[in-house]
């Protein structure tokens, strides 16, 4: 219990003379002097100081700390003030009228009550006041203000700061206090007199006691104990204290006794020349009274003063027990601390965190522990409040350790059991171990585990963490695994799936992706006319059917099944490689189009040049040679045929004198010799390549012996043959033209050139202009050779 006693150890017993400063341990010096002091339901101090400013303060273990400041009076001479601590309201009165401030979380001031007179004292009515909302609860109290002037007190609605018609007795020379009971009774101080007032149920304050203690003065209603069965007075000139008991279910005029004391104690008890400045009734029920220069202690049932008192020579302006059981004293503008230190180690039990442990005595971040590391449970994370020891010596605490015995380890975010300085997934329970660190796990049944966890990889889509050389996500073939969704281009990053296997990918939009997915194919382009440039063109086309592999897919091929030939552009049923002109259905050979002609009126391509025209000697040269190499071939059999052939000749060249010539234009590709020959009423024409044409490697380019004239020479009605002769032409006429021998100026009989193996492919922009397929089947190869 606290008494007079406690302190007796005290420096607040110190003060050998006047005057004394060192009244108890100076936790802080305030602004101003203080008019009032509360101690808050948060257990915070609320103080109001004659400056005019509200401030709130808390006491720490490491002293007394302002939290905020508000400005709520700029006139000053502030004479009384009371805090409402259930609405956060606190209310003082000056010369000219009262002040309501919010001390709550809005934390401002609130109306003012003019009244134009001093107030001397103000109290909180508890069970009266505005229900704003009609819910039958009070949302903002009454309060009751004493007047100087009138000499009563009057109460005031604050919600619109207007008196509500109620009001106590009026003193007969002047009023010193009012109070308001938990019970509604309104106590009010005067002149010589207490006056008792209750409200009836019609709303009219009524006088039910009247005090009379016959004592000359002015009485102030100090305080009540807890359950307000007692009431203390102070008489200010006598310096007075008178205590009385209450019964609130008393009948009016019985409520009140003085109270009956034996012994040392007097009443009323005399404390001397010294006015009463403040007042507490603590918690062990000890009376303190507080003057211009000391502290008295009082027993609240004897009404004893206690012989030891503390001396404060600047006086004690308010008085507030701490949750601790000690008491903060404010002296002037100091505020002290008044505690015990149970545990003798230089700390007061209001600022010791510990004050039962001489080895402890604070705790900054108020876990439990103490700051003193060599003390008992001392806390290695002082301003942490969740964690006091480590015991791997890591730095983590072991709260907040999950590996408290494992000085590698702290934390394991994924809850895998795994620390994650070790885990290589720290938040994917699934997996921690990586062992080739290509980012997939090791763990087969977790989340994207490692298909290659023993080989680096970035494949991410048919497996997981194996090879990816072209980097699309696919993993490159692996031997002797399923490969079923393996990448079957791994070096190409836009193909990766062949489902036609025909080696075109299915991406569409990858390097030669296949037109047809799902049907084996190797077509690489195909036909579509361009309406606005007006021509056939050859896109793209790739992995759809080519059954004669001429590149052209079937879908657009007009000659499928013809290698040589995929376009006939004018449907006349001879493709473009071989028609002469496939833009004209008319005709499709260089004779066809000569034969639509107007012989006196030719064009270019069918006049046959001048110097392309041979004379006699050369055909008979060419038909020697024909004959000589038709002997070579079939030998002594043939020798009869041969000279019945040359006697044959000798007619020919009779009837050749009197053939015409004709002009016909270069052939499709620019050759220069062709020989027209003319019996009977029509006519045939047969063409041979002159040197400068591509069949300019000829070795017999001067001695060709056209077959057909010869045969039309055998075939003129007006020549006469021998039978055997004919026979023999007849049998052997396929022979003559496909061998067309050739004879050197030395007479050397050579053997026809033989047919290339293969057709060389044909290029994708078609054949060279101006050849035909029968040249390309010759010489192609050599074209490509030099347009490599």
């Not at 600022?351 to 402890?360: E, I, L, M, R, W």
């Not at 790739?542 to 657009?556: M, V, Y």
């Not at 000659?559 to 001879?574: C, I, K, Q, R």
Request: charged share 25%.
């Amino acid at each position: 219990a606290l008494n007079a006693e406690d302190f007796s150890g005290s420096d607040a017993n110190n003060c050998s003379s006047l005057p004394c400063t060192n009244a108890g341990e100076i936790l802080l010096s305030l602004d101003s002097k203080p008019i009032e002091m509360w101690k808050t339901p948060e257990n915070n101090y609320l103080s109001l100081g004659e400056n005019g400013f509200m401030n709130l303060y808390s006491l720490t273990s490491t002293g007394f700390e302002e939290a905020w400041e508000l400005e709520v009076d700029s006139n000053g001479n502030i004479s009384s003030a009371a805090y409402f601590p259930e609405f956060n309201l606190v209310a003082f009165g000056n010369e000219t009228g009262t002040q309501i401030v919010d001390v709550g979380p809005a934390r401002e001031k609130g109306r003012f009550i003019f009244q134009g007179t001093p107030v001397v004292d103000v109290a909180w009515d508890p069970i009266r006041g505005a229900d704003v909302d009609f819910d039958g609860v009070v949302d903002i109290p009454h309060i009751w203000i004493a007047l100087e002037v009138s000499k009563k007190a009057v109460q005031y609605n604050i919600d619109n700061n207007l008196p509500t018609q109620k009001q106590t007795n009026e003193h007969d020379n002047e009023i010193g206090s009012v109070m308001v009971l938990d019970d509604g009774t309104i106590i009010t101080g005067g002149d010589d007199e207490i006056y008792f007032h209750k409200i009836d149920q019609q709303g009219s304050v009524i006088l039910t006691d009247t005090i009379e203690p016959g004592y000359s003065g002015t009485f102030d209603i100090i305080m009540t104990n807890e359950d307000q069965s007692k009431i203390f007075f102070s008489e200010y000139d006598g310096r007075k204290i008178i205590s009385y008991e209450y019964n609130s279910n008393a009948l009016p005029g019985q409520q009140l006794a003085v109270t009956s004391v034996t012994g040392l104690g007097s009443n009323p008890i005399n404390i001397g020349f010294e006015q009463i400045s403040s007042t507490l009734f603590s918690m062990d029920k000890s009376l303190l009274l507080g003057t211009e220069d000391k502290l008295f202690f009082i027993d609240s049932q004897t009404m004893v003063k206690d012989e030891n008192q503390l001396n404060y020579p600047l006086g004690v302006n308010a008085i507030v027990d701490t949750i601790y059981g000690g008491l903060l004293v404010t002296s002037g503008k100091n505020v002290h601390l008044l505690d015990f230190d149970s545990d003798s180690d230089g700390v007061t039990d209001t600022k010791d965190a510990f004050p039962g442990d001489p080895s402890q005595a604070y705790d900054s971040d108020g876990d439990g522990c103490g700051d003193n590391l060599d003390g008992s449970f001392p806390d290695y994370f002082p301003d942490d409040e969740f964690e006091c020891i480590d015991t791997d010596g890591d730095g983590v605490g072991d709260n907040g350790d999950d590996f408290p015995n494992d000085i590698n380890e702290w934390e394991d975010s994924d809850e895998d059991g795994y620390g994650d300085n070790s885990d290589a997934f720290p938040d994917e329970e699934s997996q921690w171990a990586d062992f080739d660190e290509d980012g997939y796990g090791d763990n087969p049944d977790g989340q994207q585990p490692d298909d290659c966890p023993d080989q680096y990889g970035t494949s991410s889509i048919d497996r997981y963490g194996c090879a990816d050389a072209d980097g699309d996500g696919y993993s490159n073939p692996i031997e002797g695994e399923d490969n079923t969704n393996a990448d079957l281009f791994p070096n190409d990053e836009t193909q990766w799936r062949d489902i036609d296997g025909d080696g075109f990918g299915d991406n569409p939009d990858g390097n030669g992706g296949d037109d047809c997915p799902l049907d084996f194919g190797t077509s690489n382009k195909t036909l579509e006319f361009n309406e606005e440039a007006g021509l056939w063109i050859t896109p793209s086309y790739f992995g759809c059917k080519d059954i004669d592999g001429d590149g052209f897919a079937d879908s657009t091929d007009q000659f499928d099944d013809d290698p040589n030939e995929w376009l006939d552009a004018d449907n006349d049923g001879v493709g473009g490689n071989s028609d002469y002109n496939d833009n004209d259905d008319k005709y499709s050979t260089l004779e066809g189009k000569c034969a639509l002609q107007d012989q006196d009126n030719l064009s270019e391509d069918c006049v046959i040049p001048e110097d392309n025209i041979k004379s006699e000697e050369e055909l008979r040269q060419e038909q020697l040679q024909a004959s000589i190499k038709q002997a070579g071939l079939y030998g002594s059999i043939a020798f009869v045929i041969i000279i019945a052939g040359i006697l044959i000749v000798g007619q020919i060249f009779k009837a050749l004198s009197t053939n015409k010539r004709i002009k016909i234009e270069k052939d499709s590709i620019g050759n220069k010799e062709v020989m027209a020959t003319q019996s009977g009423e029509g006519f045939e024409y047969d063409s041979s390549f002159s040197d400068d044409s591509a069949w300019s490697d000829d070795p017999a380019e001067d001695l060709n012996v056209n077959s057909e004239a010869i045969d039309a020479a055998f075939d003129d009605e007006n020549i006469k043959t021998d039978p055997l002769a004919e026979d023999k032409e007849d049998s052997n006429d396929d022979t003559i033209q496909e061998s067309s021998p050739e004879i050197t100026s030395e007479q050397t009989v050579e053997t026809t050139p033989e047919q290339p193996a293969e057709i060389p492919p044909v290029p994708e922009s078609g054949l060279p202009d101006g050849w035909t397929m029968e040249q390309w089947k010759w010489y192609g190869a050599e074209w490509l050779e030099k347009n490599k």
